[in-house]
């Protein structure tokens, strides 16, 4: 009787390991952060920089479409910094604390780009707010034959 419960609590025992050996040697997928979308992620202190990317038809004027999400308890005034070839041009978007805001969407806050940005290229975007050491993104540029892309595509100008 008692071998019998011996080898039955070896063989448990045997499949408890063998079906749960994998996390003794492999990392788990879900802890690496990774750019899941078409776009690129950076963090400035409380500020995290989400899927940013520019959409752009012409090359020449383009829209900056990303999230920036504040795990602060404070607003902070995000300046978004971009070289237009002959002079850094920035624009300033507010986060209210403990939120998110998508910049470059309808009814949202919009950041235009005017410089050479061709489709297909990447394009340096500088965040930064207050005191905080900023952080300069190579956003990739798109333009809009992607459906979900081609209403976000900037407007032109009256």
């Not at 920089?49 to 959409?55: G, T």
């Not at 805001?101 to 235009?112: E, H, L, M, Q, R």
């Not at 975007?125 to 905080?132: A, D, H, R």
């Amino acid at each position: 009787m008692k071998a019998r419960i011996i080898v039955s609590v070896v063989v448990a025992a045997g499949i408890l390991l063998g079906t749960s050996g994998c996390n003794l040697w492999a990392p788990q997928s879900t802890t690496t952060m990774y750019d899941a979308s078409d776009g690129v992620s950076g963090n400035v202190g409380d500020l995290a920089i989400r899927n940013a990317m520019l959409l752009s038809n012409d090359g020449a004027v383009a829209n900056l479409v990303v999230t920036v999400v504040n795990k602060g308890d404070s607003a902070h005034s995000l300046s978004v910094q971009y070289d237009d070839g002959t002079e850094k041009v920035t624009q300033d978007v507010n986060v209210d604390a403990n939120s998110s805001v998508t910049i470059g969407t309808t009814d949202a806050p919009s950041v235009t780009v005017s410089a050479d940005v061709a489709p297909g290229s990447l394009f340096p975007v500088f965040f930064q707010y207050g005191n905080e050491t900023g952080v300069e993104v190579l956003v990739p540029v798109l333009d809009g034959s992607l459906e979900e892309y081609s209403t976000l595509l900037p407007t032109p100008a009256p």
